[in-house]
């Protein structure tokens, strides 16, 4: 079946950095673009970054551009997210998700990213 | 930007009733709007894609309306399971990819 592990995660201090990895199995990972989707604590979700299938393209919410970046590695089945100079608000469980709008859409189980002094 | 806007922010309601659940788009986003329910501790799972198209596994309980700018889900005969938390969501215009910011269904 289709699995999507989100790893990771952690605590760190403000301006610190984090990489976050997605590892997908159970379907053919080059034919999805890949998204990241976050969650503040007691909050709603929020879409982060998306990368096309072939790593082509990449969008980024005004939130994150220019602190986060969004890859893939097609041969190992992999989404990374990348994250630096982060901030008190950024804190949130982080979702990779194929977000296909349509059968196909899967979400991986989050992890936790916290920031904090 | 699209705007999602859901309504009410919080339902209670008793088990076996059918509630309709709102979500308002901003602009026009077509026929391209999807409902999540997520539960305390889970990743969203996609309930209904498309406005009205139910996805693999999702009892026929839970139905999609709507296009253009209003929407709604309803699920008719709530089941304890039901009880959760749902998210609309547009693939219309992007990015951004927008989600509501959810309507919480609770046990009366």
């Known amino acids: 079946q289709v699995q999507l592990v989100d790893t990771g995660g952690g605590v760190v201090q403000p301006g610190q950095s984090l990489r976050l990895s997605c590892a997908v199995s159970g379907l053919t990972f080059s034919n999805f673009g890949m998204h990241w989707i976050r969650q503040a604590p007691g909050r709603g979700l929020e879409w982060v970054a998306t990368?096309?299938?072939?790593?082509?393209?990449?969008y980024y919410a005004a939130s994150v551009r220019g602190r986060f970046r969004i890859s893939r590695d097609n041969s190992k089945s992999t989404l990374f997210l990348e994250m630096n100079a982060l901030r008190v608000e950024d804190t949130a469980v982080y979702y990779c998700?194929?977000?296909?709008?349509?059968?196909?859409?899967?979400w991986g189980q989050g992890t936790l990213v916290g920031v904090s002094s | 930007e699209v705007v999602m806007t859901q309504s009410p922010g919080t339902l209670s309601v008793f088990p076996g009733e059918t509630v309709t659940l709102s979500c308002r788009a901003s602009q026009s986003v077509g026929s391209r709007l999807a409902w999540y329910q997520q539960k305390r501790g889970q990743a969203p799972r996609l309930l209904v894609y498309?406005?009205?198209a139910r996805d693999v596994g999702v009892p026929a309980r839970f139905s999609g309306s709507g296009s253009g700018t209003d929407f709604t889900l309803t699920i008719s005969g709530l089941q304890s399971e039901d009880f959760a938390v749902y998210y609309c969501?547009?693939?219309?215009?992007?990015?951004?990819?927008?989600f509501g910011q959810g309507t919480k269904l609770e046990i009366k």
């Open positions: 998700a194929t977000l296909a709008g349509g059968p196909s859409d899967y």
């Open positions: 498309g406005t009205s």
């Open positions: 969501q547009q693939y219309e215009h992007w990015p951004p990819w927008t």
């Open positions: 990368i096309w299938e072939d790593g082509s393209s990449e």
